[in-house]
T-cell receptor, first 114, second 109 residues
């Protein structure tokens, strides 16, 4: 079944630990995105990638890093987690950046940093 | 600055019609999206407007006025399954989406 998957579904993490959230899509989409969603706030873009091999910073990139070694995978790494990174993280992909191309979202990762 | 405003919460009755408004101020405009998000789930695409006017898709319609920085999502013949949050998002000059906080729609029998 074509789509976008994320792992883990949820995670409780001690502050200071390193964590990688995984995201894989099989739709051969060029563009991929990482968002965080917090209560009362809109989705906020962390990092994006318009095509394999390139990445860019979104609205809230501090404390996060990404890589895009191939078309399908777009992992998000928290180098040293802090409680303010407690959030729901969504990975998304689209055929290309901008224009009428809808973004398809993964099921999300619920992360709690204690 | 860039800003998207939507009502936080709305309540409507099953079978009725509801209009969810969205106003935006962004640097550049390359289209406006509406997404639906059920509690605990991922957002899913509903509609896209880039030109002024009304786009109709079944029970859902979306309207855009670029000169007023305004859009609305119209839901007709409301069903209980329409209880969800509705997210307005604008494509800015850098082609990244800027998201509103969403409107939680509660449907009552």
């Amino acid at each position: 079944i074509a789509g976008i998957t994320q792992a883990p579904t949820s995670q409780i993490l001690a502050a200071g630990r390193r964590m990688t959230l995984r995201c894989t899509q099989d739709m051969r989409h060029n563009a991929m995105y990482w968002y965080r969603q917090d209560l009362g706030l809109g989705l906020r873009l962390i990092h994006y990638s318009n095509t394999a091999g390139t990445t860019g910073k979104g609205e809230v990139p501090d404390g996060y890093s990404v890589s895009r070694a191939n078309t399908d995978d777009f992992p998000l790494t928290l180098a040293s987690a802090v409680p303010s990174q407690t959030s729901v993280y969504f990975c998304a992909s689209s055929d290309s950046a901008g224009g009428p191309h809808e973004q398809f979202f993964g099921p999300g990762t619920r992360l709690t940093v204690l | 600055g860039q800003n998207i405003d939507q009502p936080t919460e709305m309540t409507a009755t099953e079978g009725a019609i509801v209009q969810i408004n969205c106003t935006y101020q962004t640097s550049g405009f390359n289209g406006l999206f509406w997404y639906q998000q059920h509690a605990g789930e991922a957002p899913t695409f509903l509609s896209y407007n880039v030109l002024d006017g009304l786009e109709e898709k079944g029970r859902f319609s979306s309207f855009l006025s670029r000169s007023k920085g305004y859009s609305y999502l119209l839901l007709k013949e409301l069903q209980m399954k329409d209880s969800a949050s509705y997210l307005c998002a604008v494509t800015g000059s850098n082609y990244q989406l800027i998201w509103g906080a969403g409107t939680k729609l509660i449907i009552k029998p």
